[in-house]
Nanobody
């Protein structure tokens, strides 16, 4: 699976951005889709995921402000980011989980990394 994130940019605090991710390749064993981010000086970590069945989960830092969604073909996922804060600044990546048929949640097994998109929030 090849993934390409887009939609990043610069915005003032309180503003919104919508990230998109396009997938190509074999997704026949897709189990979950997720967004990750890497904040300056920190390790990359999960922000939101959506299982094949549509269950969503959000990191506490973005809960109530970010919304993950996807298209019906499962070839695109989106991250609507509202009420952005300066601490949201970082590089955002999308990822697909295609190896765990008994996937039960979490970010451990996502391994399809593509190029991220930069999000910069200024005060």
């Amino acid at each position: 699976v090849q993934l390409q994130a887009s939609g990043g940019g610069s915005v003032q605090a309180g503003g919104s951005l919508r990230l998109s991710c396009a997938a190509s390749g074999d997704i026949s064993t897709l189990y979950s889709q997720a967004w990750f981010r890497q904040l300056p000086g920190k390790e990359r970590r999960g922000v939101a995921y959506m299982t094949l069945g549509g269950k969503t989960n959000y990191d506490d830092s973005v809960k109530g402000r970010f919304t993950i969604s996807r298209d019906s073909a499962l070839r695109s996922i989106y991250l609507q980011m509202d009420n952005l804060k300066t601490e949201d600044t970082g590089v955002y990546y999308c990822n697909y989980e295609t190896s765990q048929s008994d996937y039960k949640g979490g970010y451990e097994f996502f391994d399809h990394w593509g190029q991220g998109t930069q999000v910069t929030v200024s005060s």
